[in-house]
């Protein structure tokens, strides 16, 4: 099965998911939902008894759910039961709760959406968009950030063509954070103020998206140029295409006269927006 992750969105909580692409369907992590519809503390341990009474009575949907590695909240990736969305009404139908209808149409809403974007992918982009816009991000930040996500795409797949596993990507780019702004993702995110699972990029200025951009751009063409046969090379690839990035970010600092790597998160991003409209409005 070949998946692609991503954590979607339902009322303020946030549910894993993996796209197939050869059967064209969503994968949802089912502690999650069962999370959002019974509030409970330990969701895990809902499930458990959930699972085993449902085998007990004979019921075919627990048995043929699938489980996928998806990244838990000790930021290890480990193994998690997933349902697709035949499976995820019929074990709905055993949880009573009153959110059992919302979710149901939104775990539609999110197959339909999908399937409508592989025959236009424009649609993923005007909805990335909207969604960007509706945080308070303006246009040229989103534009920055659109760019930054079709290059890092471009990155991952030039790796997978060279031979590295996804679970090294994040040394890579470790590698590449490092070379431009001396820290590591953990490190980036802390120096932010950001927690749990928040996104860096998101809460990155359009510069630091630009240099980021810069610098997987020259990773990428730099391992297309030399392909690298070893994780090692690919290390030693990172490290310097990141390193062009770092020689832009000298130059426009040297420019400037101050640093451009910001502690500026989405929120004070958003507030450093709105502030001076709510000035003029006085």
Known sequence: MSTTEQIQIFADSRIRTAWDDKAEKWYFSIVDVIAVLTDSQDPYQY????????KSEGNETVTNCNA????????KRRLTDVADQEQLFRLIQSIPSKKAEPIKLWIAK??????????????AVNRA??????????DA????RLEQIQERKALTDE???????????????????????????????EFKGLKGKANLRDNMTATENALTRIGEIATREISQNENPTTFEQSRSVARRGGGVARAARDELERQLGRSVISPQNAKSLRAAKTQPEELDEK
């Open 47 to 54: 499930w458990r008894v959930l699972k085993s009474r449902l």
């Open 141 to 144: 930040w989103i534009k920055e």
């Open 68 to 75: 996928l590695k998806f990244v838990a909240n000790d930021g």
């Open 159 to 189: 790796w997978r063509r060279v031979g590295v596993k996804e679970l090294q990507f994040a040394v890579l780019t470790n590698d590449i954070y490092k070379a431009i702004a001396d820290m590591s993702a953990k490190e980036y995110k």
């Open 110 to 123: 999110v197959a339909s959406e999908r399937v409508d974007e592989t025959v236009d992918p424009e649609l």
């Open 129 to 138: 968009i909207a969604l960007y816009r509706s945080r308070g991000y303006d």
